[in-house]
Nanobody, 126 residues
Framework: QVQLVESGGGLVQAGGSLRLSCAGS????????MGWFRQAPGKEREFVAAVSGNGPFTYYADSVKGRFTIWRDGAKNMVYLQMNTLKPEDAAVYYC???????????????????WGQGTQVTVSS
């Protein structure tokens, strides 16, 4: 079992930055592939970024590549998402998710992640 708690959301002006944090617990957290997803009102949940559990391999949605950075701190059981140059279209509820495996080719699919946090709201004003 893995428990996840996100924090760090808030209101920011377009062009600004936010750092989201995900605190994890559970026996398999350190070996789990971790992902960040987001969901805006009326839209499906979409992949943002992922980091593997078996090495420092990271993956990004094209829409955030070059602006967002994901990393994990194994010693602290934390996963982070640094979001720079935020745009109004980045506004959504952001979710941290943990896979049951250390890597999956389909890391962008929500169905690959067995555990989810409660979400944190990110609002970007134009």
């Amino acid at each position: 079992q893995v428990q996840l708690v996100e924090s760090g959301g808030g209101l920011v002006q377009a062009g600004g930055s936010l750092r989201l944090s995900c605190a994890g617990s559970g026996r398999t957290f350190r070996r789990s592939m971790m992902g960040w997803f987001r969901q805006a009102p009326g839209k499906e949940r979409e992949f943002v970024a992922a980091v593997s559990g078996n090495g420092p391999f990271t993956y990004y949605a094209d829409s955030v590549k070059g602006r967002f950075t994901i990393w994990r701190d194994g010693a602290k059981n934390m996963v982070y998402l640094q979001m720079n140059t935020l745009k109004p279209e980045d506004a959504a509820v952001y979710y941290c998710a943990a896979s049951s495996s250390s890597y999956t080719d389909t890391y962008s699919a929500p169905s690959e992640y067995a555990y989810w946090g409660q979400g944190t709201q990110v609002t970007v004003s134009s």
